[in-house]
């Protein structure tokens, strides 16, 4: 069962479902994507590789999503990194920050708030067909005449999704609060940290174009761009999954700091 963590007061309080599994650091820290859940491949996956290395996990669902309280259409890129702030905050040691499709644009939001804090326990970035500045460059952009009519009159567009039958609810809401956010501008973006990119070649969601701009930005730090050819914006097929738990053990190796040798005699 998850456990409850309250984030927000007064009319903004919600309660946010984690699941935790102790274990070793770094712990895997997992950020999901726009409508996915905790439970899903991906992130059972993490869990099951933390499992199989003694490593701490940590997943939650943000507000509107799974098992969290709040409404979905209440949701901005605001509330859900204060949300994830929340749940990261309740951790402890160092964390490799694995963040799918939005959740990739949040893991880079959450590790720049933390930098800024003093907190530098973020030892690497994994994002998966990171959706970067996503509500701007991916949503908005995208909108049809007939579908920025229907954000003016009502302040809300549901586009079809290819992995759901309901349509995906966007709202001016997050429109707007994207902008407070955005990161691809004219300044490179400083992660402090490595950065690995596992990007699909068929991505019709987050475009393979969109990734490379990404790391286009990370100048400042080493920065791993892995392209599947054959896959698409989901990623969870085997032999995808097998790529993502690799390039988290080389993560993990790479933030375990090198045993000091031993003076001989």
């Keep these: 069962m998850p456990e409850m963590l309250a984030v927000g007061s ?5 309660q946010i479902a984690v699941l935790r599994r102790p274990g070793q650091a770094p712990g895997l820290f997992w950020m999901g994507g726009y409508r996915s859940e905790m439970t899903g491949a991906k992130a059972t996956a993490i869990d099951a590789h933390g499992t199989a290395h003694g490593l701490a996990v940590t997943r939650f669902d943000y507000s509107g999503h799974g098992q969290s309280g709040g409404d979905f259409l209440d949701g901005t890129i605001s509330r859900w990194l204060e949300e994830s702030l929340a749940v990261f905050a309740s951790c402890s040691g160092p964390q490799v920050v694995i963040g799918s499709s939005m959740g990739g ?3 880079l939001l959450l590790n720049r708030a933390l930098r800024r804090a003093g907190d530098d326990r973020v030892k690497a970035l994994i ?14 952009a995208s909108f049809s005449a007939g579908e920025r009519q229907a954000m003016a009159e009502t302040g809300l567009v549901e586009q079809p999704s290819d992995y759901s039958d309901q349509p995906y609810p966007i709202t001016r809401a997050l429109i707007e609060d994207g902008r407070q956010h955005l990161l691809l501008g004219e300044r490179g973006i400083d992660a402090g940290c ?15 174009a969109h990734a490379l701009r990404l790391a286009q930005h990370l100048l400042t730090d080493p920065v791993t761009v892995t392209l599947i050819p054959d896959g698409d914006h989901r990623l969870s097929r085997p032999a995808d999954l097998e790529l993502l738990q690799a390039a988290i053990s080389r993560a993990v190796a790479d933030a375990v700091p090198a045993q000091a040798e031993l003076p001989l005699g």
Aim: proline content about 8%.
């Design 194 to 208: 490595p950065v690995t990119i596992l990007q699909g070649g068929r991505d019709t969601d987050v475009p393979q």
């Design 127 to 140: 994002l998966i067909a990171p959706a970067v500045d996503m509500t701007q460059a991916l949503m908005e």
């Design 10 to 14: 007064g009319s903004a309080a919600r």
């Design 105 to 107: 644009w949040l893991a």
